[in-house]
């Protein structure tokens, strides 16, 4: 069992920056894939942005492309998601998750493990 628990989240104006923060129980790296995904009220949960544990291989989604960066920490076992030119838009709960499978996946039912979430607004 995996425990996630984010850290980071806020309140910033359009254009500001924040950094989210995911610390795993156990020593996950070279065993999970992980990833963050964001929801909105009355939406469904979408991914933003994931990172094999190896460490070099990242991916995103195209709207946070450019202005979003994941990168992990494997000797304190937490990976960070760094937020810029942040825009009304990207308010959400973000939630940090783990898969235990071999692969890269966008889909939320891929991944076994999630965090509490933490609150990112942007207000504009």
């Known amino acids: 069992q995996v425990h996630l628990v984010e850290s980071g989240g806020g309140l910033v104006q359009a254009g500001g920056s924040l950094r989210l923060s995911c610390a795993a129980s156990?020593?996950?790296?070279?065993?999970?894939?992980m990833g963050w995904f964001r929801q909105a009220p009355g939406e469904e949960r979408e991914f933003v942005a994931a990172?094999?544990?190896?460490?070099?291989?990242?991916i995103y989604a195209e709207s946070v492309k450019g202005r979003f960066t994941i990168s992990g920490d494997s000797a304190k076992n937490t990976i960070k998601l760094s937020m810029d030119s942040l825009k009304s838009d990207d308010t959400a709960v973000y939630y940090c998750a783990a898969r235990s499978r071999y692969g890269f996946s966008r889909v939320p039912t891929a991944y076994d493990y999630w965090g509490q979430g933490a609150q990112v607004t942007v207000s504009s």
């Open positions: 990172i094999a544990w190896s460490g070099e291989v990242v």
């Open positions: 156990e020593d996950t790296f070279n065993s999970y894939y």
